[in-house]
Structure formats: structure tokens, C-alpha cells
């Protein structure tokens, strides 16, 4: 077993991982992911104990107990393009011996939940309720960089740029399923269940406007119109498909709860922003430690 580099495998000072300035210790098998660093004490505030406190940029971690389940609550920042770097570092923090700096033969498992916040495509999912993402199709591109085509599901990916048609406009989606298994644990007639939407920006991606014109005018109108398996392409957000994607490959688990904010279709924002996210976070708790 090769020994990693030290520009691949890249440590602090302090034998911390580069990015999250975190050691092997100090992290649960259940991760509790959050997009907003301010949003990690939201989480936090419910356990009956914290044990570690770290950050660097943006990334806050939290790691404490709740009902006796030691948990992990870390902010990603926005877009896959942190993912990569979360996901990455905290799989090498279960699973690659920092002193050898080599892989471990036993590997370790870890269970992610996602708890973000997004924005609703269709009319009749309304604001303030919660959407569990069955499924993600990313437009940012994230998965075309690792050889990810055993996670993908092609099926999905296939019908759906046919149906887009936005090849031209070099759109190309790729698509990952949520872990079942896991998702399981967070049903109830609470949840809603749909295909959600990984864009790489927040205004064009997401076919809004300011002073720069989108560029594919019915963007939104067109996903709300396509379906998969009696799934609608549901809502928009910037971290579920590299979240899917990445979990699979390095054999995690990976559930993405969405608590929507806002509807697209009939332009309505959430008064209730932070209640709606806190009862998501009660809610993820309770069906952890169920």
C-alpha cells in the first residue's frame, strides 16, 4: 500500500486535516452538515454536551453528544465546490492513518444528514415545509471529475438532458440517489419526497435575474415540467448531488433534508425562516436517535 504525498494528504502543524483543522477524534460516525457556520450552534444548542469546538474559514465543527449518541455538526459553506473538500477531509479523517499516511484496510463508515435550506420549483410544495431528497441531479459538474459512473444513476441522467435539451448550452446533468437505508430512519407524514436541484450559483444557475439576464429563459418552468419514476424535479439548492455522489463513492451514507424557504412557481418567501429550520433540526435529531 502506497504511502500518500504530502501535497495530497496536506496536515497542519498539529497533525490536523488542512482544511477543517479537525484530528481523527474529534469527529462522530454521525455528521450533522449545515451550510451557514451560525446555523452549527442552532444544532449544538440541543446537545447534552460539547466536546469540541474548532474552525477555520468557514468551516465550524461541533461535536458533542444528544440523547447519548455522539454526534458531529459541521458547516460546509455554500456549493460542491466545498463538498468536495468536506467530504474529502472527513473521509480521510475515518479512514487514512495520518501517522503511516496510509489508507486503512478496516474502513469506517459514516452517516451524513444534511440540513439546508432551499427553494421549491413547484406550486403545491409551499414554504415552511420539509422536502427529504430522494434523489439529486447537479448542474455544477462535481461528479465529471472522479470516475463516478458505479454511483450514478444513468437512467435518470439520461432522460432527463434529453428531455432538457440544453446540451447547446453545455448543461449537462449527472444524477445520484439518496441512501435509502438512512433515508428510512427520517420518514413520516411530515416529509415530503422529491428529485431535488444542485446548481452551481445562486442567480443564473438558478434562473434568476438582477441585471444580468439568464440565459435559458424558462429554466425553472422547464425542470418543474419533467418527472422520473412519479418523482417531479422539485427544488433547488447547491450541496445534495456532490453530497450523494461523494458519500457513495467513499461508502458512506448520505440524506439531504431540505426546509423550504421559498416557491419559485409562485414567488413566495418563508416570515418564518428560523423556526422552520429549528423544527428541522428538532426533527433530524429525534429520527437520529430513534
Known amino acids: 500500500m502506497s504511502t500518500l504525498g504530502s501535497s495530497e494528504l496536506i496536515l497542519n502543524p498539529d497533525?490536523?486535516?488542512?482544511?477543517?483543522?479537525?484530528?481523527?477524534k474529534d469527529i462522530a460516525t454521525t455528521i450533522i452538515t449545515v451550510g451557514d457556520p451560525n446555523r452549527v450552534s442552532?444544532?449544538?444548542?440541543y446537545f447534552d454536551a460539547v466536546d469540541i469546538k474548532k474552525e477555520k474559514r468557514e468551516f465550524l465543527t461541533h461535536t458533542g453528544?444528544?440523547?447519548?449518541?455522539?454526534?458531529?455538526?459541521i458547516s460546509t459553506g455554500i456549493g460542491t465546490d466545498n463538498i468536495d473538500i468536506v467530504f474529502n477531509e472527513l473521509d480521510a479523517l475515518a479512514n487514512i492513518d495520518f501517522t503511516t499516511k496510509k489508507i486503512k484496510e478496516e474502513k469506517t463508515q459514516l452517516d451524513f444528514i444534511r440540513?439546508?435550506?432551499?427553494?421549491?420549483?413547484?406550486?403545491?410544495?409551499?414554504?415552511?415545509?420539509?422536502?427529504?431528497?430522494?434523489?439529486?441531479?447537479?448542474?455544477?459538474?462535481?461528479?465529471?471529475?472522479?470516475?463516478a459512473g458505479q454511483v450514478r444513476n444513468i437512467d435518470l441522467e439520461q432522460q432527463l438532458n434529453q428531455f432538457?435539451?440544453?446540451?447547446?448550452?453545455?448543461?449537462?446533468?449527472?444524477?445520484?440517489?439518496?441512501?435509502?437505508?438512512?433515508?428510512?430512519?427520517?420518514?413520516?407524514?411530515?416529509?415530503?419526497?422529491?428529485?431535488?436541484?444542485?446548481n452551481s450559483g445562486f442567480y443564473g444557475p438558478?434562473?434568476?435575474?438582477?441585471?444580468?439576464p439568464s440565459k435559458v429563459s424558462d429554466f425553472n418552468?422547464?425542470?418543474?415540467?419533467?418527472?422520473?419514476?412519479?418523482?417531479?424535479?422539485?427544488?433547488?439548492?447547491?450541496?445534495?448531488?456532490?453530497?450523494?455522489?461523494?458519500?457513495?463513492?467513499?461508502?458512506?451514507?448520505?440524506?439531504?433534508?431540505?426546509?423550504?424557504?421559498?416557491n419559485r412557481a409562485t414567488m413566495e418567501f418563508s416570515k418564518n425562516g428560523y423556526?422552520?429550520?429549528?423544527?428541522?433540526i428538532k426533527y433530524a435529531l429525534e429520527k437520529i436517535v430513534s
Open 206 to 212: 438558478q434562473g434568476r435575474s438582477l441585471r444580468l
Open 275 to 280: 423556526k422552520t429550520v429549528d423544527d428541522l
Open 164 to 198: 432538457l435539451g440544453w446540451k447547446s448550452h453545455n448543461i449537462v446533468a449527472y444524477a445520484v440517489d439518496s441512501d435509502v437505508s438512512l433515508a428510512q430512519k427520517f420518514n413520516s407524514n411530515r416529509i415530503r419526497f422529491g428529485i431535488t436541484v444542485t
Open 15 to 24: 497533525g490536523s486535516i488542512y482544511h477543517l483543522n479537525l484530528l481523527p
Open 65 to 73: 453528544s444528544y440523547k447519548g449518541k455522539r454526534i458531529t455538526v
Open 42 to 45: 442552532m444544532v449544538s444548542k
Open 115 to 147: 440540513i439546508g435550506t432551499s427553494g421549491s420549483i413547484q406550486p403545491d410544495i409551499p414554504v415552511d415545509s420539509f422536502l427529504l431528497s430522494s434523489k439529486a441531479v447537479g448542474f455544477d459538474g462535481l461528479m465529471h471529475f472522479y470516475e
Open 221 to 262: 418552468s422547464k425542470l418543474a415540467a419533467f418527472s422520473y419514476q412519479n418523482l417531479p424535479l422539485t427544488n433547488h439548492e447547491m450541496e445534495t448531488a456532490g453530497m450523494y455522489g461523494l458519500a457513495k463513492l467513499h461508502g458512506h451514507r448520505a440524506v439531504s433534508m431540505n426546509a423550504i424557504l421559498a
